[in-house]
């Protein structure tokens, strides 16, 4: 029944959907086994993004999701599916041994997941979360194997948006704010020697009190580490946030997450990704993300203050060495914006920097501007009442 339906999945891929609904009707296909098609191709919609899928595998995963037998995993038992990534499955779950009434977020690896670096991944994944503490990073509750030795990690579940969809009907200061709090966390992690490497607004969840929480290390990289299992490859990275260097397959370094964080602003304040390319075909899209230039984010928004568009420029640098050497000093230049102070990533003159030092000093200068004036009308009171008295005193010099 499997093989049919995955066979029927590879038939119907290319097919509208008026097509496929009459070579069902043509070919005699049974009302359940079209549902289960229709699953997987929906499925399969999902996945526009990933660059090399394996089909099998994407049909192996779809009809798991269909199978109504519950998954159980320690004391959890598995309910819906809330994300998938290139390693795994993510699940909603709740625990099931009577002791507490409590909901998680489970990762399992993905079906045929027997390969030795997908499981060093997963391993090294479950490294890093346990030595993280962050208020702005999902953190690790458990991890284990199931009966059958699939491996899985147990995070705290974080109820939220994607950070672009919460991001919606948010002005430039306050999204600024918000990823404000994004950088604070990748700080983090680039203190601990760990580099995301797949920074995206789906791995960035918003809590309905603004609080956005990072997610999903699974091709995360260990700086000092000797073996590098998370080697990123072009099924892995994300295409619309991916550095020049993942793409080309130069060393990745704290610069890349820096370029991603870009990226997400980039999103966040336009609506639209800094890459320009063709999705259709692997080397098109390497030749957008590594050569095609970057179009301005004030063509999108026209509204958007230059100082805000160069901070997004020097972050967007093609050489990882012309960026920001730090998250710190992009998140500075984001806080002197917010703090009308000026931004290091522009080269503005002495009249630049007298507007904004007028602009954060308003309140004084006008107190300033105020009592100058008064003074400057008093003087010049007085000398007209003093052209008076001379007058007059001509006038009966005279007499």
């Known amino acids: 029944m499997r093989n049919k339906v995955e066979?029927?999945?590879?038939?119907?891929?290319?097919?509208?959907?008026?097509?496929?609904?009459?070579?069902?009707?043509?070919?005699?296909?049974?009302?359940?086994?079209?549902?289960?098609?229709?699953?997987?191709?929906?499925?399969?919609?999902?996945?526009?993004?990933?660059?090399?899928?394996?089909?099998?595998?994407?049909?192996?995963?779809?009809l798991n999701g269909l199978d109504p037998q519950p998954i159980i995993c320690g004391s959890y038992r598995l309910r819906e599916i809330v994300g998938r990534g290139g390693m795994g499955t993510v699940y909603l779950a709740e625990r099931i041994d009577g002791e507490v009434a409590h909901y998680v977020a489970i990762k399992?690896?993905?079906?045929?997941?027997?390969?030795?670096?997908?499981?060093?991944?997963?391993?090294?994944?479950?490294?890093?979360l346990a030595g993280l503490s962050h208020p702005n990073i999902a953190r690790l509750l458990d991890v284990g194997h199931r009966e059958d030795g699939q491996p899985f990690l147990v995070m705290e579940h974080v109820q939220g948006l994607p950070i672009d969809e919460y991001a919606e009907g948010l002005g430039i200061r306050q999204i600024i704010r918000l990823i404000l709090k994004v950088c604070g966390a990748v700080a983090y992690l680039h203190r601990n020697l760990i580099v995301h490497r797949d920074l995206k607004p789906a791995n960035i969840l918003v809590s309905p009190d603004g609080e956005p929480k990072l997610l999903d290390f699974g091709i995360a990289k260990i700086l000092d580490a000797a073996n590098d299992f998370t080697q990123t490859s072009m099924r892995l990275l994300t295409p619309e946030y991916a550095s020049p260097e993942q793409v080309s397959g130069d060393p990745i370094t704290t610069a890349s997450d820096i370029y991603s964080l870009g990226s997400v602003l980039y999103k966040l304040l336009t609506g639209s990704s800094p890459h320009q390319f063709d999705a259709a075909s692997s080397s098109g899209i390497s030749d957008g993300i590594i050569?095609?230039?970057?179009?301005?984010?004030?063509?999108?928004?026209?509204?958007?203050?230059?100082d805000v568009e160069s901070v997004l420029t020097k972050a967007l640098r093609r050489d990882p060495h012309d960026r920001y050497a730090t998250v710190e000093q992009f998140a500075d230049d984001l806080e002197n914006f917010l703090q009308f102070r000026p931004v290091r990533a522009r080269k503005g003159d002495r009249?630049?920097?007298?507007?904004?030092?007028?602009?954060?000093?308003?309140?004084?200068?006008?107190?300033?501007?105020?009592?100058?004036?008064?003074?400057s009308s008093g003087m010049l009171v007085a000398n007209h009442q003093r052209a008076i008295a001379q007058r007059r005193f001509v006038e009966v010099r005279q007499l």
């Open 351 to 375: 009249r630049y920097r007298m507007r904004k030092f007028l602009r954060r000093h308003w309140l004084p200068a006008a107190a300033v501007a105020l009592a100058l004036d008064g003074l």
């Open 291 to 306: 050569n095609a230039p970057i179009k301005a984010p004030s063509n999108l928004l026209p509204a958007l203050p230059r």
């Open 108 to 128: 399992l690896l993905r079906s045929g997941g027997d390969d030795p670096h997908a499981r060093a991944r997963f391993r090294a994944e479950r490294q890093i």
């Open 7 to 62: 066979n029927l999945f590879h038939d119907l891929g290319y097919l509208s959907t008026e097509a496929r609904a009459r070579y069902c009707s043509e070919v005699g296909i049974t009302e359940q086994t079209r549902r289960e098609v229709e699953a997987l191709l929906a499925f399969d919609s999902c996945l526009t993004n990933s660059l090399d899928a394996d089909l099998t595998h994407i049909a192996s995963l779809a």
